[in-house]
């Protein structure tokens, strides 16, 4: 069957099977972007934002986003450089392969959460997984980012 | 998971008649579909229906059975009536994306032996109500199921009550190896156990030790976490032993009466 997506404010008709998962739609329309990692519902490899919510899209049914709006770590980029930035300065990526999955998340974060404690950004960043960095190099980048946003 | 078929009725009665006159399998939050591998012939999709809600309503508060776990753990509703209780049941799970995406009816509908959730509603007295309207105690629906083919609709809790979760994982990511939840209803106490592995349980005998004293002394409530664990079943699987979850249920017991008992 047909659905229409709206990715990244593109208007795209694209086909997919009644029990096919959002990331396999969303590669096979060339949005390869979006990171395949687990598969199973716990890395957060695959986040994109569904109508500005995150959300995993190996575990989202695809017909189920028919009409509505996504947005893959391309149609933040702007946003995710700028937050790219205070990763590096803290040594905070290494293969990179999480990324857009946790770009997406701080965003999501920023914008739910106004001024959040140390607390509350490792609390909503829990479903991201990052076989690199330890983390701390992440939260040091996030609440610099943050704290530049609000300068 | 593959669906031949996929409806989305716009009425409850659309939906019924979808499962129960042509045997579809009412989808739920959907989250668990891909690690299954048997084929649904039809797929009913309950996202179009209006479920999504927390409210007060008729002496009761309602929650719609598509409402996600980020919607009871950012309730303010919730929090009103039950302080951190929901929070603290839903927000071990996985991360907010999957959050997002998981639904009370669906967790209900499985019955599932880890299940978070369903230990809290146990211990809250919740009920279900399948469409049209039959209504049974959550508890009973976990514990003898319900004559299939049926549509979850909403559960209905009490306006307010003192209620606490407490849980044990091996890592924050995974299932529970075991879980508590304790509520005083402002009459009696409630209290289960979830992920024995097996699905939640209310600890009759224990409730009946604990009585109608809403302000137990530590040493009944040391009595009450004992009996727990001595009148429940245990299972042993990769998580942990029958022993281990066993030896550990008292701890979390007592901490959530004593939580709620202030």
């Known amino acids: 069957m047909i659905i229409t997506l709206y990715i990244n404010g593109k208007k795209e008709s694209v086909e997919c099977q009644p029990g096919e998962m959002l990331t396999e739609v969303l590669r096979r329309a060339g949005y390869v972007e979006v990171k395949k990692g687990c598969d199973t519902g716990n890395c957060g490899v695959c986040t994109v934002l569904l109508e500005g919510k995150p959300?995993?899209?190996?575990?989202?049914?695809?017909?189920?986003?028919?009409?509505?709006?996504?947005?893959?770590?391309?149609?933040?980029?702007?946003?995710?450089?700028?937050?790219?930035?205070?990763?590096?300065?803290?040594?905070?990526?290494?293969?990179?392969?999480?990324?857009?999955?946790?770009?997406?998340?701080?965003?999501?974060?920023?914008?739910?959460?106004?001024?959040?404690?140390e607390g509350e950004i490792r609390h909503y960043l829990a479903g991201n997984l990052c076989r690199c960095s330890g983390y701390e190099g992440q939260i040091r980048a996030i609440k610099k980012y943050l704290e530049a946003e609000h300068a | 998971m593959e669906i031949l078929e996929f409806a989305?009725?716009?009425?409850?009665?659309?939906?019924?008649?979808?499962?129960?006159?042509?045997?579809?399998?009412a989808i739920g939050g959907a989250a668990w579909l891909r690690m299954n591998t048997k084929t649904m012939p039809l797929g009913v999709d309950?996202?179009?229906?209006?479920?999504?809600?927390?409210?007060?309503?008729?002496?009761?508060?309602?929650?719609?059975?598509?409402?996600?776990?980020?919607?009871?753990?950012?309730?303010?509703l919730l929090e009103a009536r039950f302080g951190a209780l929901f929070r603290n049941t839903v927000s071990h799970i996985v991360g907010i994306q999957l959050r997002n995406i998981i639904t009370v009816g669906g967790t209900l509908a499985g019955r599932?032996?880890?299940?978070?959730?369903?230990?809290?509603?146990?211990?809250?007295?919740?009920?279900?109500?399948?469409?049209?309207?039959k209504i049974a105690d959550v508890a009973s629906f976990i514990q003898d199921g319900e004559e299939?083919?049926?549509?979850?609709?909403?559960?209905?809790?009490?306006?307010?009550?003192?209620?606490?979760?407490?849980?044990?994982?091996?890592?924050?990511?995974?299932?529970?190896?075991?879980?508590?939840?304790?509520?005083?209803?402002?009459?009696?106490?409630?209290?289960?156990?979830?992920?024995?592995?097996?699905?939640?349980?209310?600890?009759?005998?224990?409730?009946?030790?604990?009585?109608?004293e809403p302000y137990p002394s530590d040493e009944k409530i040391g009595q009450a976490a004992v009996a727990a664990a001595e009148e429940l079943q245990f299972g042993s699987d990769i998580r942990a032993s029958a022993e281990y979850r066993r030896e550990i249920l008292p701890a979390l017991m007592r901490r959530a009466l004593m939580e709620v008992r202030g």
């Open chain 2, 46 to 76: 309950l996202s179009e229906l209006g479920l999504d809600y927390i409210r007060e309503a008729n002496g009761s508060i309602e929650i719609g059975a598509m409402t996600t776990y980020r919607e009871l753990e950012t309730s303010p």
């Open chain 2, 8 to 25: 989305s009725p716009r009425t409850l009665d659309e939906a019924l008649h979808l499962v129960r006159d042509r045997h579809g399998t």
């Open chain 2, 148 to 212: 299939w083919p049926f549509l979850i609709e909403k559960v209905l809790l009490p306006v307010s009550a003192r209620a606490s979760y407490q849980q044990m994982r091996i890592t924050a990511n995974d299932f529970p190896i075991i879980n508590a939840a304790a509520a005083w209803t402002g009459s009696s106490w409630r209290i289960a156990v979830g992920s024995r592995p097996a699905a939640s349980r209310l600890c009759k005998k224990a409730m009946v030790l604990l009585g109608n």
């Open chain 1, 55 to 117: 959300v995993l899209s190996c575990s989202y049914l695809a017909i189920r986003a028919d009409g509505k709006q996504i947005t893959t770590i391309q149609g933040a980029a702007k946003e995710a450089e700028e937050f790219a930035h205070f990763l590096t300065a803290e040594g905070a990526d290494q293969c990179g392969f999480c990324a857009p999955g946790f770009a997406l998340t701080v965003l999501a974060m920023k914008k739910e959460l106004p001024n959040p404690s």
């Open chain 2, 112 to 133: 599932y032996g880890f299940s978070d959730l369903n230990t809290t509603l146990c211990a809250l007295g919740a009920k279900v109500v399948f469409y049209p309207g």
